[in-house]
């Protein structure tokens, strides 16, 4: 008996019962489909993680100064001139650190030409650019002595770069921050949201020195707003947060029993939230499927069943004209299997049109890969054999003498 | 399968011996034969009588392979059927016995042409040859125009055909015929059992019959009689018939008397 025969009766005795079999495939179809979107949508989130930890910039942790106290009254945090660009100097020098860069940040009213707007202006050095992973599409960043020399030097994010320039080369033009010219000597590379909620795209940094001189004056001229600091990798990061508590507290001079006058905030533990939530998501999908797959795989042995009692004498038939036990059992496994793949086949469909809906939304761009649909195909099938063989082995144990005789 | 075309020897297509064959229900043994020893050569034509209940179907059933006998032994071809696993039993239906059943047993999801082609399917032919040879054996039994046709389309007699294109399409030396003309007018029975008698002396294919009509087993040459498991009489069909209507007529005398 060979395939193409098994195959061929197996649809034939699908089809002529339409109704009972679709029925029976709901089962698989509901499962195929949450498995399906289980791996398309675990896939797409961490794909999606990884694409916005890319633009975050990886291992990262933001140290902000402490709050003001005045008559006992917690301000927020951040308002306290404790933090200082030598502060970030010592940072640097940590082994678990790949570097640490200090940055000031004010809100400016920025023009070129007759267009402004008003925008967040970073003061930085190079450092920030090495820390977060920052590249330069056109020019360059400034240097060293750019910083020392308080140079008014501009790098400006490309969306700002087409606000205000349109498709001309923004190299060496000036632009305007609190009305004071500024030269456009880089434009940065990419877009998105960042940690902070500003876009790269928006970003208007001129060196650290440049910045306090002119547009953020302040009664402690090493303050800083705040620092930002690049772990070795995952795994240090605990580490890292250890040593920088000691250094600054060491060279802030609190007390054993005195509380912090700075704040750690671990950028990677946003993500690891992200992660966590759409391995939830995945986990319940993954859920829905299990269950589903089993109760359509109940379903399927139980038509099986009364498939093996309703077709009896023609089993009767087949083995008196030279059908085998394994050839009877190959049949209706062969049914189970064809209805589970099938069904499958219809699942992967399903999960197709949600991924597609889910992408329509824009939040998540959900892509169902190969992989999960051959591991769709492969679930369908195991449910059919697993399901299917019990029937299928009654049915190839029957006598033919019983069969025969059967009404 | 050359084992069952093997030793062919001086004892015939059917040689059994001593079977018997006994059923339990609820711990209870009820015996249906008790020792039929029965020799069929090649070429026989062999109808077998009895009233409900003498074991003419569990006989039909253990020479067909379909069942397996209690006790004695049972050579089919030279071969020792009784040691054989279900699938080797399988082959052996399929290449050695052709059914003809009383209710036709065509299988009713499958065209004409595919029934008729079915056993070579199940011996590994493949699809084009089977169907090749099947159309060869409608053609034979007139009915090579219905071929696609399905058999519930078609009359009691010509489903029958249908039925003896598909026993004949392994080419068998043994054909098994279970009340072959149970469901047929007289007309048609007639048919039937002129194609049987042409297929016996033609093609020399052993034909073994079960039948309660003595109109019907009067198309056969030899006569076996059961009575209650028993073999009653074994010999030629029409001094066997003279003898059965012989007691009919006594029994019909007696009732008058």
């Known amino acids: 008996m060979n395939f193409i025969q098994v195959f061929v009766e197996a649809f034939r005795s699908m089809n002529a019962n339409r109704l009972r079999t679709s029925l029976t495939m709901l089962g698989i179809i509901i499962g195929i489909t949450s498995v399906v979107m289980m791996l398309a949508v675990g896939d797409s989130a961490r794909r999606f993680i990884s694409k916005e930890l890319e633009v975050l910039g990886s291992n990262l942790m933001i140290i902000s100064p402490g709050a003001n106290r005045t008559q006992g009254v917690k301000a927020r945090s951040g308002t306290a001139p404790s933090l200082s660009v030598e502060d970030a100097v010592a940072l640097d020098g940590l082994s678990s650190l790949n570097g640490a860069a200090p940055a000031l940040q004010g809100f400016f009213q920025i023009s070129a030409g007759s267009e402004n707007s008003n925008n967040a202006v970073l003061g930085i050095t190079p450092a920030m650019f090495k820390v977060r992973n920052w590249k330069i599409e056109q020019g ?96 240090t990061l605990k580490d890292a947060d250890q040593d920088i508590k000691e250094v600054l ?53 139980n038509i099986m069943l009364v498939s093996v009692t309703e077709r009896t004498r023609e089993i009767g038939i087949r083995m008196a004209i030279g059908a085998k036990p394994r050839d009877v059992l190959l049949q209706f496994l062969t049914e189970a299997v064809v209805i589970c793949l099938v069904g499958g086949i219809i699942g992967i469909l399903c999960a197709m049109g949600g991924a597609a809906a889910i992408t329509s939304t824009g939040t998540l761009e959900v892509i169902i890969g190969a992989g999960a649909m051959a591991i769709a195909c492969g679930f369908a099938s195991f449910v059919g054999i697993f399901f299917g063989f019990y029937p299928a082995r009654r049915a190839s144990r029957l006598l033919p003498v019983d069969c025969l005789r059967y009404e | 399968m050359g084992s069952v075309a093997g030793n062919i020897g001086t004892r015939g297509l059917i040689d059994i011996h001593q079977v018997a064959k006994s059923y339990f229900s609820g711990g209870v043994e009820t015996r249906v034969l008790f020792g039929i020893d029965l020799l069929v050569p090649h070429g026989d034509f062999l109808a077998v009588m009895g009233q409900s209940g003498s074991g003419k179907s569990t006989l039909m059933n253990i020479l067909g392979c379909l069942d397996q006998a209690s006790g004695g032994t049972y050579k089919l071809n030279g071969v020792d059927t009784l ?149 009653l009489y074994d010999g030629p069909a029409v001094e066997g018939l003279r003898q059965l209507a012989l007691s009919h007529e006594v029994a019909a005398g007696q009732l008058v008397s």
Not at chain 1, 256 to 278: H, M, V, W, Y
């Open chain 1, 140 to 235: 360059s960043y400034f240097s060293e002595s750019d910083i020392r020399g308080a140079a008014r030097m501009v790098v400006i994010g490309r969306k700002i770069a087409a606000d205000f320039f349109y498709k001309s080369n923004p190299l060496g033009k000036f632009i305007r921050i609190d009305n004071v010219p500024f030269q456009v000597v880089g434009v940065l590379q990419g877009e998105g949201r960042m940690f902070d909620g500003g876009d790269l795209g928006d970003m208007v940094l001129i060196p650290i020195t440049t910045a306090r001189a002119t547009l953020m004056r302040s009664a402690f001229p090493s303050n800083v707003h705040y620092v930002v600091v690049q772990g070795r990798n995952e795994k």
């Open chain 2, 83 to 231: 040691s054989l696993s279900r699938s080797e039993l399988a082959a052996i239906r399929n290449r050695t016995i052709g059914f003809v059943f009383q209710s036709f047993n065509l299988i009713k999801r499958m065209s004409v042409a595919e029934n008729v082609a079915l056993p070579l399917i199940y011996a590994g032919v493949s699809r084009d040859k089977a169907y090749r040879k099947a159309l060869l054996e409608l053609e034979k039994v007139g009915l090579k125009d219905y071929a696609k046709r399905m058999p519930n389309q078609l009359s009691g007699g010509q489903q029958q055909r249908v039925a003896i294109a598909r026993a004949l399409v392994g080419d068998p030396p043994l054909i098994l015929a279970d009340e072959p003309t149970g469901n047929l007018d007289t007309q048609t029975s007639v048919e039937i059992m002129r194609s049987l008698q042409q297929l016996n002396a033609e093609r020399g294919i052993t034909i073994l019959l079960v039948t309660h009509e003595p109109d019907i087993a009067a198309y056969s040459k030899r006569l076996v009689r059961l009575k209650d498991g028993r073999v």
């Open chain 1, 249 to 301: 507290r060491d060279r802030h001079r609190i007390r054993l029993e005195q509380p912090d006058d700075f704040r750690i905030e671990n950028l990677a533990s946003i993500a690891e939230t992200g992660a966590k939530i759409s391995a939830g998501l995945s986990a319940m999908l993954g859920a829905i499927g299990a269950i589903s797959l089993v109760v359509g795989g109940i379903g399927i042995m």
